[in-house]
Nanobody, 125 residues
């Protein structure tokens, strides 16, 4: 089992920045990828970014590329999402997730094994 706790959400003006954290605990030795997803009001949950736990290879959705940066601290079992140049359309609940073993996709929600409870990000115009 892996437990995930997100933090760092809040209310920010458009153009501002936030840094989300996801602290993981439990059986982390089998972790392959940690990812961030989001679900906006009335929308389906969508992929935002992911990072491989050992090699630090990163993946981004086109909508956030160049504005968001995912990173990890293996010693702290924590993954971060630095969000800059925020837009109102970034408003969503942001979720952290773990994929235990390599699967066919880093972006498919169904291929992640553990999820956090989410943290709300609200960007006002």
């Amino acid at each position: 089992q892996v437990q995930l706790v997100e933090s760092g959400g809040g209310l920010v003006l458009a153009g501002g920045s936030l840094r989300l954290s996801c602290a993981a605990s439990g059986r982390m030795f089998s972790t392959y990828i940690m990812g961030w997803f989001r679900q906006g009001p009335g929308k389906e949950r969508e992929f935002v970014a992911a990072i491989t736990w050992s090699g630090g290879i990163t993946y981004y959705a086109d909508s956030v590329k160049g504005r968001f940066t995912i990173s990890r601290d293996n010693a702290k079992n924590t993954v971060y999402l630095q969000m800059n140049s925020l837009k109102p359309e970034d408003t969503a609940v942001y979720y952290c997730a773990v994929q235990r073993y390599p699967k066919s996709s880093t972006r498919n929600i169904a291929e992640y094994d553990y999820w956090g409870q989410g943290t709300q990000v609200t960007v006002s115009s």
